[in-house]
Antibody, heavy 121, light 107 residues
């Protein structure tokens, strides 16, 4: 069974850092493009960024509000995706989901349950 | 960035009703359009991809259509488990963007 389990969320002060992880199982993680999507309380979904597979260059792209502050990385030896979040702002408060991406048409077919990040003083 | 606009933002319906949600892109996105369902407190779930292809396991009462800039999600006969929020999403250009969502509520 394909499964994604996020962890690492919590309460952090503005300006602080947090590292989220997403443990993947049930598929060949090293071949997969992976994604982070977030949802602020009571709001809609926002794509945060995605990372390609290593064979496709392992490059990452981000939405404008997080560029330069967030970094997506992957550890294929541990089947784990990471989201390093620095210089956090109150508007980064959200549930963060990791998802798989199906290549070519780039739809998000498997989602984790999410981890909650609260940025507050 | 490509803006995705859904309408309506919310709708009230009864079990058995046929409902349609529309999604409009600010520029052409071919058929790079996906639909997700989200129930309260849960992660979104993929319903339809590439505008009209039903994800495995999704009931056939769900259907999608459209191409270019205008798309629709139709539920032919609303069931109790279909009361949820629905989001469209374009995967044509980065940054991938979602519509603001449509909440389907009990009438």
């Amino acid at each position: 069974e394909v499964q994604l389990v996020e962890s690492g969320g919590g309460l952090v002060e503005p300006g602080g850092s947090l590292r989220l992880s997403c443990a993947a199982s049930g598929f060949i993680f090293s071949n997969a493009w992976m994604n982070w999507v977030r949802q602020a309380p009571g709001k809609g979904l926002e794509w945060v960024g995605r990372i390609k597979s290593k064979i496709d260059g392992a490059t990452a792209d981000y939405v404008a509000p997080v560029k330069g502050r967030f970094t997506i990385s992957r550890d294929d030896s541990k089947n784990t995706l990471h989201l390093q979040m620095n210089s956090l702002k109150t508007e980064d408060t959200a549930v963060y989901y990791c998802t798989t991406i199906v290549n070519f048409y780039y739809y998000m077919d498997v989602w984790g349950k999410g981890t909650t990040v609260t940025v507050s003083s | 960035d490509i803006q995705m606009t859904q309408s309506p933002s919310s709708l009230s319906a009864s079990v058995g009703d046929r409902i349609t949600i529309t999604c409009r892109a600010s520029q052409t996105i071919s058929n790079y359009l996906n639909w997700y369902q989200q129930k309260p407190g849960k992660a979104p779930k993929l319903l339809i991809y590439v505008a009209s292809t039903l994800q495995s396991g999704v009931p056939s009462r769900f259907s999608g259509s459209g191409s270019g800039t205008d798309f629709t999600l139709t539920i032919s006969s609303l069931q109790p488990e279909d009361f949820a929020a629905y989001y469209c999403q374009q995967s044509y250009n980065i940054p991938w963007t979602f519509g603001q969502g449509t909440k389907v509520e009990v009438k």
